[in-house]
């Protein structure tokens, strides 16, 4: 079985050439040590020694060259807009208090759907948008990461 020896991250590897393609939820691309058999058949193993976060778009390049594309489901969220950077800060902060996973997502959050989360945010004076999209939450502190390559 291949080994994925380095994450390519979203942007920085061309997607055209990817062999096959993994198509995962969020929490699905939060991942150590697993096998993964991509939508053509390719199988492989994720071992890294620490946790890592795979984002849309990400490459898994397998010991034999070739990449794999990582896919982000597109989940039910919630786009949020804040009259001013003042009032994005306070919803950002209650949506932190409340350990809610984000996406910053230019000047607007992305929250997977709530019902109590978004009546909150409207009597904050949000704007909230429906949509399905992938969902790539930030990271928190202490949260796996990638920013480089592990291993090539």
Do not use: Y
Not at 4 to 26: E, F, N
Not at 87 to 109: C, F, M, S
Not at 116 to 122: A, H, S
């Amino acid at each position: 079985m291949q080994r994925v020896t380095a994450i390519k991250p979203a942007g920085q590897w061309d997607a055209a050439s990817a062999m096959d393609r993994v198509v995962l939820d969020a929490d699905d691309r939060q991942r150590r040590r697993i096998a993964m058999k991509g939508e053509k058949g390719t199988e492989f193993l994720i071992d890294f020694a620490k946790p890592v976060s795979l984002r849309d778009g990400d490459g898994l390049l397998l010991d034999g060259g070739k990449i794999v594309q990582v896919c982000g489901v597109h989940e039910k969220l919630v786009e949020i807009s804040a009259g001013s950077a003042l009032d994005a800060v306070r919803l950002a902060w209650h949506l932190g208090n409340r350990h809610t996973d984000v996406q910053i997502a230019g000047d607007k959050i992305r929250i997977r759907r709530d019902h109590v989360l978004e009546d909150m945010l409207k009597g904050l004076g949000a704007r909230i948008a429906p949509l399905d999209a992938p969902f790539d939450p930030e990271a928190g502190a202490h949260a796996p990461h990638h920013g480089h390559d592990h291993g090539a």
